[in-house]
């Protein structure tokens, strides 16, 4: 059986049955399928340049697909609330860890929608174990989400007809730098924790 490419699977969808195929990937991808959202939305631009795909329609679809999602996993949160409470409720770690999150939580969501997206699913676990307002959690979603879906989908559109070389690019260097970025978080809270323990 020959291995099955998902990102020729939806981009050959999108061609021929329009942005429908892009909101089944932006509704699937936050659930932890590992689908390559940065070169469909990147091929979406590009193909509603050349007149292929009603852009509006994509980006309109593409949003209310991914918020839906990413609202299933904060409610899975929300739902596990109560357990997460009964077993960790007590920890110190578990009150601060909470206590963080409702401090920056909103960067955090909005961050992991567009450049750390292997986060976004935990993210949502979190925001909705932890308690965190859903309407605060739905705006940075969908601030974060737009904001993916016009830096991919808008250098798709600027690019339509290097879409492809610049998707081979991204797909080579995207885990690399986002690698990068994680490390340079880590590095930055640890010099932080360090330098609240020894003022």
């Known amino acids: 059986m020959p291995d099955l490419n998902l990102s020729d699977l939806f981009l050959t969808g999108m061609t021929e049955y329009g942005v429908i195929i892009l909101g089944v990937a932006m509704l699937l991808a936050p659930l932890g399928i590992p689908i390559p ?15 292929l795909l009603d852009g509006a ?12 999602s990413d609202s299933l996993g904060f409610g899975v949160g929300r739902f596990a609330r109560g357990w997460v ?3 960790f409720g007590n920890s110190p770690t578990w009150q601060n860890a909470r206590q963080r999150f409702h401090r920056n939580g909103g960067l955090a969501i ?10 976004a699913l935990p993210t949502n676990l979190v925001a909705g174990g932890s308690g965190y307002p859903y309407r605060k959690f739905l705006f940075f979603d969908v601030s974060g989400i737009l904001t993916f879906l016009l830096i991919f989908g808008g250098m798709g559109y600027a690019f339509s007809h290097q879409w492809q070389m610049l998707g081979r690019l991204i797909g080579d260097y995207l885990g690399w730098i986002i690698g990068g970025l994680i490390v340079a978080g880590v590095i930055y809270w640890l010099l932080s924790r360090r330098r609240q323990s020894n003022p």
């Open 110 to 119: 909005y961050i992991t929608r567009f450049l750390l997206t292997p986060l």
């Open 85 to 87: 409470e009964r077993r």
């Open 37 to 51: 959202l940065p070169i469909l939305a990147l091929a979406a631009g590009a193909f509603a340049r050349q007149g």
């Open 57 to 68: 329609a994509a980006l309109l679809l593409g949003l209310a697909a991914a918020a839906f």
